[in-house]
């Protein structure tokens, strides 16, 4: 039954996704973009992320830095004689069971025994300058292999653009055109605004040197006889000669 009742529910599950995808969604609006938009942040990220992550695990779990530093420290040429027992720590058996026991299928008459780690074979068995030595160099190692994949990125995006130079060049000079455009725009307007204003001013000119006292423009738009005439009043004197 159990295969029978699996067909029957991808049958009806399918034919169920197909029906809410047809009636109950809508297809999203498409709309431009020049990019990924944050994503390309994020892959950025990731891929800084991953290049710090590879180089500590090639410092760290790695024997690249360890026989780097075993040719340049102790081996007299590219030679790794010597390199296993030079990685390796003595520590006295009477010290080990002090602290603790030995397994049963050990072997008796041990003095010592030897283990893999850069420390010095006698107590209290401290990081030996060897170990010092190593740390620096994985640490000098994270560095330099950081910087030189973030180098070879940059030569890459320098080499290999996002946009092409023909496109590049097109699209700054469609921008040019634009900015020439708006200027002239701009200065058209600034020049009727400003043939609108000087305008005004010669209309404000004019209206103030002809504005004169109504008075005084009514007599002078009337004609001769219509002016009235001023009479001087001469009064008569009578002297008691002339009486």
């Known amino acids: ?46 891929s800084y992320l ?19 530093a075993y040719r340049i420290l102790q081996s007299t040429g590219s030679s790794l004689s010597g390199y296993v027992d030079w990685t390796l720590t003595s520590i006295s058996i009477a010290d080990y069971n002090s602290t603790g026991r030995m ?10 025994c030897r283990y893999r780690d850069f420390r010095s074979s006698a107590a209290p068995y401290t990081e030996s300058s060897i170990y010092w030595n190593v740390l620096a160099a994985r640490l000098a190692f994270i560095i330099v292999f950081e910087h030189a994949v ?11 653009p996002d946009v092409p130079k023909t496109i590049q060049n097109k699209i700054d000079h469609e921008r040019y055109i634009d900015q020439r455009e708006r200027w002239t725009h ?14 005004e001013a010669i209309s404000r000119m004019f209206r103030i040197s002809t504005n004169l006292p109504n008075s005084t423009l009514e007599t002078k738009d009337k004609p001769p006889t219509q002016r009235p005439v001023q009479r001087k009043n001469n009064r008569i004197g009578v002297s008691r000669i002339d009486e």
């Open 150 to 160: 973030f180098f070879i990125i940059y030569i890459l995006n320098w080499l290999v």
């Open 186 to 199: 701009e200065t058209t307007d600034e020049k009727f605004k400003q043939a609108a204003v000087t305008s």
């Open 1 to 46: 039954l159990a295969p029978l009742f699996a067909l029957a529910n991808n049958i009806v599950e399918l034919r169920l996704d197909a029906w809410k995808l047809l009636s109950k969604y809508k297809r999203p609006i498409p709309f431009k973009a020049a990019d990924i938009g944050i994503w390309s942040d994020i892959f950025s990220g990731v």
């Open 103 to 112: 397994p049963p299928d050990v072997p008796g008459g041990l003095t010592y």
């Open 50 to 68: 991953a290049v710090l992550t590879n180089a500590i695990v090639i410092a760290w779990t790695s024997e690249f830095i360890p026989k780097m």
